[in-house]
């Protein structure tokens, strides 16, 4: 069964769950998200003058992490589609240097061509309902050279951990963050299909430089429960 990453249905699906987004995904991950969205940061820092771009943002917990890693002077901006996750994320915005917050489609973002020193999305791309025109949005966005992060779940491949996990994945997860999150779009079902849906690795790879990304590499993170993409925009 092919899932339903429509615009409008992901939309609506976290809207619902946007008030306690940010609690599950600290639950369900045992707090290791903090911990991977600080690896992404830590391998792929800012390092010019121009701003910063964070896509798919939700709450913006990967956005913020850049504002402490970037210079005060240059500007990091969080866009994401679903207006309660961004209300929710700029409550959470302290810093002397704001966030900038931009309600957009990554599929369509409204920013000019080569704006960005690097651009990043956690754990969002999969619901991009077409991953190779996300990816193209990035790579427009980004300076030549710049950097491209991509940090998303993937599924181990080792037993027994592959069985232990992809059981705790599509069974007990799913129930979890149902009962904690009611809503109407079965968004922690969602959760393991879209996965188990979306290229990991190489066949990831292939579409990031099919969409002129170069010196592509990715680093499984967990035991490969998740993996870190990282790549730049080719300069010519």
């Known amino acids: 069964m092919v899932v339903d990453k429509s615009s409008a249905r992901v939309r609506r699906m976290f809207g619902q769950i946007a008030k306690r987004y940010d609690l599950l995904n600290h639950l369900l991950s045992l707090s290791l998200d903090r911990y991977w969205r600080r690896q992404a940061v830590r391998r792929a820092p800012p390092t010019g003058d121009l701003p910063v771009l964070d896509v798919c943002t939700g709450t913006g917990d990967l956005a913020l992490l850049y504002r402490r890693a970037a210079a005060a002077d240059v500007p990091v901006v969080a866009a994401d589609f679903c207006h309660e996750m961004l209300v929710y994320g700029t409550q959470k915005d302290s ?3 704001p966030l900038q917050w931009v309600e957009t489609d990554a599929e369509t973002l409204p920013f000019p061509d080569a704006s960005f020193q690097l651009v990043s999305v956690a ?12 990816l193209g949005e990035m790579a427009r966005v980004c300076a030549p050279g710049g950097q491209i992060v991509i940090l998303e779940f993937s599924l181990p491949t080792r037993q027994p951990l592959a069985l232990l996990y992809g059981a705790y994945f599509r069974y007990v997860l799913p129930r979890i963050g149902q009962l904690l999150a009611r809503n109407r779009e079965s968004a922690y079902n969602y959760l393991p299909q879209s996965v188990g849906e979306f290229p990991q690795g190489e066949r990831l790879a292939e579409k990031m430089r099919a969409a002129g990304l170069c010196e592509v590499r990715w680093i499984p993170m967990t035991f490969g429960v998740v993996t870190l993409y990282l790549a730049k925009r080719k300069t010519q």
């Open 95 to 97: 810093s002397e240097a």
């Open 123 to 134: 754990f969002g791309l999969r619901n991009v309902a077409d991953t190779d025109r996300g």
